[in-house]
């Protein structure tokens, strides 16, 4: 990932034209792994693109250069809101049953919780209960909600009664604004491999399968399982990169 060079950022929210280009130039692959997620929703991935540019742009005017996190992290937030703003406002939104469905899982799990334990759930414990990514989980809680700021107030702290944003609340010490960023991407790049390099990659780093035990389920020898893996992640990080 294209590393964020403090001055050049601000520069760009001094007025810099040719500093702004070239972060968004530089950020190009984020943006488009964004814009990728609403594919199917109805409107062209170009003109997505353009809203998702809009709100990388938001995120640099309203950066903090002392901020313990990338520039690059730090914009996903901003960029999945102002597309999820875009279709919402340009007509009825287009929710899948999957996301619908997982949806109102939530909502059971949040009452269920909430009565038991007198607290909210943290998204961590709706990954276990759920097997599902913390992305799909806020996308699914974004789209069953009315359309709201990330900066808004709107969730009380039980712990100390402190009001915070919605943005405040996606983040943590663990800087889970990276993590989610990393997960968008490596799941587009996944999502870009063909059926064979794909069962590779699952079954090498996911279900972390020896070389020896991928090659006999796939029916071909260890040392072209390594070629393959060698190739297939070349491939991906020239991806990443570009």
Do not use: H
Not at 169 to 187: A, G, M, Q
């Amino acid at each position: 990932m294209y590393e964020n060079d403090i001055q050049c950022i601000i520069r760009a929210q001094e007025g810099d034209k040719f500093e702004l280009e070239n972060l968004i130039k530089n950020n190009n692959g984020l943006i488009w792994s964004i814009v990728r997620r609403f594919n199917g929703r109805g409107y062209e991935l170009d003109d997505l693109y353009q809203i998702g540019c809009m709100g990388f742009i938001k995120a640099i005017k309203r950066f903090d250069t002392n901020f313990e996190v990338k520039l690059s992290t730090y914009a996903v937030p901003y960029m999945i809101g102002e597309i999820k703003r875009f279709i919402r406002d340009d007509g009825p939104i287009k929710i899948s049953r999957s996301t619908k469905e997982l949806g109102i899982k939530i909502k059971e799990l949040k009452r269920d919780y909430q009565n038991k334990k007198g607290k909210e759930i943290s998204f961590e414990e709706l990954e276990k209960e759920l097997n599902v990514s913390k992305e799909d989980i806020i996308i699914a809680i974004e789209a069953c909600q009315n359309i709201e700021s990330i900066e808004n107030n709107s969730y009380t702290n039980p712990k100390d009664g402190k009001t915070i944003s919605l943005l405040e609340r996606l983040t943590s010490n663990k800087n889970e604004e990276e993590i989610l960023t990393n997960k968008i991407v490596v799941k587009e790049l996944i999502d870009g491999l063909d059926k064979r390099d794909k069962e590779i990659i699952m079954l090498r780093f996911f279900k972390e399968r020896t070389q020896t035990e991928v090659a006999k389920i796939m029916g071909v020898t260890q040392v072209q399982i390594s070629r393959l893996e060698k190739k297939i992640l070349n491939n991906m990080k020239r991806k990443l990169i570009s």
